[in-house]
């Protein structure tokens, strides 16, 4: 209802109330002792419609007003004998009547023109509660576009502190990655040179020189590989997700670090399921996460003597979930930190920078799973973790 309605404006002052009862009820009254208008027939009407407007606009004291007013007008001017105050008992049941209809009309005029005020009240209150919402709604659509540009430029500076963390650590095995890209190639010049002696004999040996041949596209292609994995581990780029084995993750990242492996005298052993499902997740990440904990492992053991063992292992546990643990005989855990290796800049090396086994647990929790660590008997650590098979991993 629009509010410029009269029959909405609010009510007067309680002093106009009872004027527009007594105005009412003189009007009525006029009209119908007025000759002209014919409406001494229907006295009826006329102050059933004064009682209302002031019932309606003043409330229930101006409607029992303009009741009582309208009581004796009615009893003086309209019941037989009129313009007589005498009794008149045979009029009693009319009278009845008429003074039930005022009071009748007046109670319902007042109460539903209270009902009217409170469906506006609360009307004005919805449209004031929908406007908060709306206003709500506005900012919480704000607040989660503003959420999603911090998640994503969270996801993009823990992409690239992963990424610093495997150039650092890249960086610090050059000298064994380099041996392990000159084998090959050492090897590919080799069998070139000696394709080329039996080429050359005054009866050259074919089936030698292409068993020579052969040899040389397989140590360029081990060495291609093996550069492929390097750049992989360097490339900057948004996570990818897609189907890993991650038997295949373990075998190239061993590959990878035999050098340094060998370089430290450390025996490698695995031990991986043969029916091990794919997991959900990105494969340079879970390649950086194996490399931080083997490069673990070989640090622990570098300095100890006695048996030096690197045991990576791979199965499926009854949750149907990937578990991976790499475990050595190194100097195990530090004494009263073991709770904090996973925390940032925390690090027993002295050039460490603390970010290998946290950035790990970061993508580890990534993919939807864990990562924590244990002592290992008789001494040295291990390091587990486990992927779903089932869900999706986290974004």
């Not at 009209?31 to 003043?58: C, H, I, N």
């Not at 919805?126 to 506005?138: D, H, R, T």
């Not at 590959?255 to 043969?274: D, G, Q």
């Not at 199965?315 to 073991?338: I, K």
Request: proline share 5%.
């Amino acid at each position: 209802m629009p509010r410029s309605n009269p029959l909405l404006w609010p009510k007067p002052p309680a002093i106009w109330g009872y004027g527009i009862a007594v105005l009412s009820v003189t009007t009525a009254l006029i009209l119908t002792q007025w000759p002209a208008l014919r409406l001494e027939a229907a006295p009826l009407s006329l102050f059933l419609l004064a009682v209302m407007f002031s019932a309606w606009f003043g409330g229930v004291a101006p409607g029992l007003l303009a009741t009582a007013l309208s009581t004796p007008a009615f009893y003086y001017y309209f019941l037989p004998p009129t313009h007589s105050l005498a009794a008149k008992p045979e009029e009693i049941p009319r009278f009845t009547v008429f003074v039930v209809s005022l009071l009748f009309v007046g109670l319902l005029s007042s109460t539903q023109r209270s009902a009217t005020e409170s469906l506006r009240r609360a009307r004005d209150e919805l449209e004031g509660i929908v406007q908060e919402l709306q206003s709500a709604n506005e900012a919480l659509q704000t607040e989660s576009l503003e959420r999603k540009h911090a998640e994503e430029g969270l996801h993009e500076a823990q992409a690239d502190l992963a990424r610093v963390s495997r150039v650092t650590t890249m960086g610090e095995l050059t000298a064994s990655l380099a041996h392990e890209v000159n084998q090959p190639i050492a090897a590919a010049l080799t069998n070139a040179n000696t394709c080329l002696r039996w080429l050359t004999r005054d009866h050259p040996d074919l089936n030698e020189a292409r068993e020579a041949a052969s040899r040389i596209v397989k140590d360029a292609t081990r060495a291609a590989d093996i550069i492929s994995r390097v750049r992989l581990l360097f490339k900057k780029g948004i996570p990818q997700r897609e189907l890993v084995d991650v038997n295949e993750a373990i075998r190239e990242m061993i590959v990878l670090l035999r050098s340094e492996v060998t370089r430290h005298n450390i025996t490698v052993r695995t031990e991986l399921a043969t029916d091990l499902p794919q997991v959900t997740g990105d494969r340079v990440q879970l390649q950086q996460v194996l490399m931080n904990l083997i490069v673990n492992s070989v640090d622990a053991m570098k300095e100890v003597d006695g048996v030096r063992e690197l045991a990576v292992k791979s199965q499926r546990t009854e949750r149907e979930e990937v578990l991976v643990s790499v475990s050595d005989t190194g100097v195990g855990l530090p004494p009263q930190q073991a709770d904090q290796i996973f925390n940032a800049f925390f690090t027993t090396k002295v050039q460490g920078t603390g970010m290998g086994l946290s950035i790990s647990r970061s993508i580890v929790e990534s993919h939807g799973g864990r990562l924590w660590a244990a002592e290992n008997s008789p001494r040295g650590a291990s390091f587990h973790f486990v992927l779903s098979t089932k869900i999706e991993a986290k974004e």
